[in-house]
């Protein structure tokens, strides 16, 4: 219920995600986010490379969980560890944070969900182990672009697993002081 793996043994080694078949957007065209493809939009910022350099020691980590029932991804973090300093930081991305794309779900969370789709388009007979690889692929690819940050490694941790997590480490004990009757 908990599956990790190395995004980039070598970054360029690994392939880009499958992009839907039916999806009349080129991926690499200039997006009006007020709109639909614009090819005359240039912009001043362009996200479609990341950049490939950092220092020794500093590793990206994409954890996002996937819900019991469906595909979306309403849980996503990117972890940075500096083994230098023994640091770690953490930044959370809102479920509903909106990427530049004019995928018909515009939100970061449902890119899991579409890379998924995309797999299972392209390949029928693909198993839901490289459907979930193609799905994570393409969160990390958004992610990447969005934060400008390269993700070494990602961790997809369903609903169950989670459970399992906490349940290992004694569980989590809450203390309301106040009633919450509504």
């Known amino acids: 219920l908990i599956y990790a793996a190395s995004v980039k043994p070598n970054i360029d080694d ?4 499958v992009i839907d078949p039916d999806d009349p957007v080129n991926p690499d065209d200039p997006v009006d986010p007020d709109g639909p493809a ?3 939009n240039k912009g001043d910022s362009d996200t479609s490379e ?6 020794d020691g500093k590793y990206n980590i994409l954890v996002f969980g996937k819900d019991y029932a469906g595909l979306n991804t309403d849980t996503i973090m990117v972890i940075s560890l500096d083994l230098s300093e023994n640091k770690a930081n953490v930044i959370q991305i809102p479920r509903d944070t909106m990427l530049v794309t004019a995928r018909e779900s515009p939100k970061i969370n449902t890119s899991f969900s579409y890379g998924v789709s995309a797999m299972q388009k392209a390949d029928k007979n693909a198993t839901q182990a490289q459907c979930y690889e193609n799905g994570a692929r393409m969160l990390v690819s958004d992610i990447e672009k969005m934060l400008s940050v390269e993700i070494d490694y990602y961790v997809l941790v369903q609903l169950e697993g989670f459970e399992k997590i ?5 569980g989590v004990t809450i ?3 106040n009633d919450l009757d509504y």
Request: proline share 14%; hydrophobic share 35%.
């Open 50 to 55: 990341v950049k490939k350099t950092r220092a």
């Open 38 to 40: 614009n090819p005359d």
């Open 166 to 170: 906490v349940d290992a480490i004694g």
């Open 14 to 17: 690994i392939p880009d995600p």
């Open 175 to 177: 203390d309301i002081e």
